[in-house]
């Protein structure tokens, strides 16, 4: 019975080890079991059938969906607690929306309109997805200021705040990367980012070397992958571009990044053809 025992205890110890090593390699090899999309990459399509695109796009994989303010707004012509009940049956959670900021910046009642339905739809994130290029620094003060009102004013409401990229304010102005300017400018309170992986990477920046040093002010990131044709950059399905998304999306895992949207507007084939290509190709992905 002693050397059974003695036995037992050699071979459990053995098959503990081997648990840990196995859980050991699981952290190390990263997967993507929930992922989302932003709901541009098929504008084309969801003017016209919001409910049935979306059905597809969830079917396909996307357990979140980003959306953006297209013709219908950015509930698509359903009310706040329609649209998240509908997505609930899905299985999908309405994340996040890019919204008309420019138009709405300075207009407190438009902003609160926003914030309201963005918040009644089960949304954590509200999203400045455009400025355009600034002519001075000078500029970028002026957003930086505009956005931690904004931002606190979302803060007060319960929802998130924040900004997307474009190559523009990674390219150096006057000395400066504004982009790094609106981050040590903004308070981490109440404006957060979201890292367009493409467009750092098009404005000639390192993203992992800038993911490093402000990873944890960036809450979402856009996968999208491009090459460079005739000097100019343009989209392709996930994996056949230039973007090192093992590397890359590893070091945002690592710094707390929360959300990992898919987002693509240009296509070598049909729209949805590249949706279902980029799923697949998030389901796979080891980082």
């Known amino acids: 019975m002693q050397l059974n025992r003695r036995h037992f205890l050699k071979q459990a110890g053995a098959l503990a080890a081997g648990s840990l090593a196995l859980s050991q390699t699981d952290l190390m090899a990263g997967t993507f079991k929930t992922f989302g999309v932003q709901l541009y990459s098929v504008r084309d399509l969801i003017p016209k059938d919001p409910k049935g695109v979306m059905t597809q796009l969830a079917r396909m994989g996307y357990k979140q969906f980003e959306s953006y303010s297209g013709p219908q707004g950015f509930l698509w012509g359903m009310q706040p607690k329609e649209i998240k009940s509908f997505l609930n049956d899905q299985g999908v959670k309405l994340v996040s929306t890019h919204f008309n900021y420019n138009a709405q910046a300075n207009n407190d009642s438009e902003l609160q309109k926003s914030m309201d339905m963005a918040k009644e739809a089960g949304m954590s994130y509200l999203l400045c997805p455009y400025l355009g ?8 003060k002026r957003i930086a200021d505009r956005f ?47 890292l367009d992986l493409c467009w750092i990477d098009v404005a000639g920046q390192d993203p992992v070397a800038h993911l490093n040093k402000y990873g944890k002010r960036y809450e979402l990131c856009h996968i999208k992958d491009y090459k460079k044709v005739n000097g100019k950059p343009v989209q392709n399905d996930l994996g056949n571009g230039n973007v090192d998304f093992k590397t890359t999306l590893r070091t945002a895992m690592k710094n707390g990044m929360k959300y990992f949207i898919v987002e693509q507007e240009e296509y070598p084939q049909s729209v949805m053809a590249s949706m279902k290509a980029d799923a697949e190709y998030m389901k796979s992905l080891v980082i």
């Open 148 to 194: 931690n009102v904004v931002g606190a004013m979302a803060r007060k409401n319960g929802i998130k705040f924040g900004y997307h990229n474009h190559d523009y304010s990674f390219k150096p102005l006057n000395g400066e990367i504004p982009q790094e300017y609106l981050l040590a400018n903004t308070d981490p309170k109440n404006v957060m980012f979201e």
């Open 133 to 140: 290029a600034q002519k001075s620094m000078d500029d970028w």
